[in-house]
Each structure stands twice: as structure tokens, then as C-alpha cells.
Nanobody, 125 residues
């Protein structure tokens, strides 16, 4: 099992930036497919971005491509989500998630086995 702790959320104006961090323990992030998933009020959880375990390939939902970047630092066992050019529609609780063994489809929310507690991101217009 992987324990995940997110940080870095907050309130930002449209066009601004935030960097979310996800500190992992119990397993190394390079052994897992790691993802970021968000949930807006009244909506289902939505895949945002993922980084694959072996080759660190990255995947994004269409609405964030070119604005968000997922990365990981193995030495710190941490995954990041750099969010630029934020829009009000990005407002949601952002969750870090791990898939281990990493056999799931990275864009599929049910593939992820372990979840953090979430961090709120609010983008004002």
C-alpha cells in the first residue's frame, strides 16, 4: 500500500500558477503509475494527468494539455503537478493516486488503488 500526502493547493486568480506536490511512502513512485485526478462540486472524479512507472511517459486530459505538467523526483519520492494558465473551470479538489502493481490504464480513474486526502484548488475569474 502507498501512503500519499498532497500539498500546494490554494486560491489563485485566472491565469496564475500553482504547483501541487504528492509525497509518497510505503512504495517508491517509480514502481507505480502515478496520477492526478480532480473532482469538482457535483461532478465525478476526472483524470487529469499521469506518469508511467517504467519510462516516465506522461499523459494528460485534453483540457489541460500545454498548461499542466506532471513530473516526479525519485530521490524525494514525490510527484508534482505544475499548473499554469489556470482557468476557473480548473477549480476542484485534486487527488494524487497510485496504481501498483502498475497494470491499469493510466487514464482510467478506477485503475488507481491508493489515494491521498486531496487538496483544494480554487481559481477565481
Amino acid at each position: 500500500q502507498v501512503q500519499l500526502v498532497e500539498s500546494g493547493g490554494g486560491l489563485v486568480q485566472a491565469g496564475g500558477s500553482l504547483r501541487l506536490s504528492c509525497a509518497a511512502s510505503g512504495r517508491t513512485v517509480s514502481d507505480c503509475n502515478m496520477g492526478w485526478v480532480r473532482q469538482a462540486p457535483g461532478k465525478e472524479r476526472e483524470f487529469v494527468a499521469a506518469i508511467s512507472w517504467r519510462d516516465a511517459n506522461t499523459y494528460y486530459t485534453t483540457s489541460v494539455k500545454g498548461r499542466f505538467t506532471i513530473s516526479r523526483t525519485n530521490a524525494k519520492n514525490t510527484v508534482y503537478l505544475q499548473m499554469n494558465s489556470l482557468k476557473p473551470e480548473d477549480t476542484a479538489v485534486y487527488y494524487c493516486a497510485a496504481d501498483h502493481p502498475p497494470y491499469g490504464t493510466v487514464r482510467s480513474v478506477p485503475s488507481y488503488d491508493d489515494w491521498g486526502q486531496g487538496t483544494q484548488v480554487t481559481v477565481s475569474s
